[in-house]
C-alpha cells in the first residue's frame, strides 16, 4: 500500500489533503470495522491535514497529538516527527486512523450535535468525579464514547497491522 510518510515534510507545512490512496485505506479499515458494529457506511469526505503554526496552536490549546474539527485534522508537528521515529511511522498511522474516525463521528452525527454529545459527555463524566483535577479530567476524556470509538477503531487498525 502506498504511504503518507514520503510526504512527511509537508505535513510540517501549513496544510495539505491527505493523499488518496491514503484516504482509500482508511475507508477500507471504516468499512470492515462498521460493518462489524452494524454500523451504516458513511462517505468520508476528503481529510485535510494541518501541520505548522495552525497545528502547533491548535494541538496546543488541547493538549493532546492531533484534534478534528470536521473534515480537518490538526497535529502538533513536534508529535508528528517523535511518532515517526517508532517502528517506521506506525504510531503516526494509528493517530492518523484516530483523528480520521472523529471525522466519521462528525459525518455520521452532523458537527452541531458531535460537539454537543461531545462536550455533553465529557462535562458528564467530570460531574460524576466531581473534581477538576487533573486525573479527573484524563479519565473523563478517555471514557468519552466518542474518544472509546476512536481508540477501538485505532488498535483494530494496529491488529490489521496495514499501513496508511
Ligand atoms: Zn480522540
Not at 5 to 20: A, Q, S, T, Y
Not at 30 to 47: D, M, Q, W, Y
Not at 98 to 118: I, M, N, P, S
Request: aromatic content about 14%; proline content about 5%; hydrophobic content about 45%.
Amino acid at each position: 500500500m502506498p504511504t503518507l510518510h514520503g510526504k512527511i515534510l509537508d505535513l510540517l507545512l501549513p496544510f495539505e489533503r491527505l493523499d488518496d490512496a491514503s484516504q482509500q485505506a482508511l475507508e477500507v479499515v471504516f468499512r470492515h470495522f462498521f460493518t462489524n458494529c452494524g454500523k451504516p457506511e458513511v462517505a468520508l469526505p476528503s481529510i485535510w491535514l494541518w501541520g505548522g503554526w495552525a497545528g502547533w496552536w491548535m494541538t496546543r490549546v488541547a493538549q493532546a497529538e492531533g484534534i478534528t474539527f470536521g473534515r480537518h485534522v490538526f497535529l502538533e508537528p513536534a508529535a508528528v516527527a517523535r511518532l515517526l521515529e517508532h517502528p517506521p511511522g506506525a504510531r503516526l498511522d494509528a493517530l492518523l486512523v484516530h483523528e480520521a474516525t472523529h471525522v466519521r463521528q462528525y459525518v455520521e452525527a452532523g458537527t452541531a450535535r458531535f460537539l454537543w454529545r461531545y462536550l455533553r459527555d465529557y462535562a458528564g463524566l467530570l460531574w460524576k468525579q466531581r473534581s477538576l483535577s487533573a486525573q479527573a479530567r484524563q479519565a473523563a476524556y478517555w471514557n468519552i464514547p466518542y474518544e472509546v470509538e476512536a481508540r477501538a477503531v485505532e488498535s483494530f487498525f494496529q491488529r490489521l497491522g496495514q499501513k496508511l
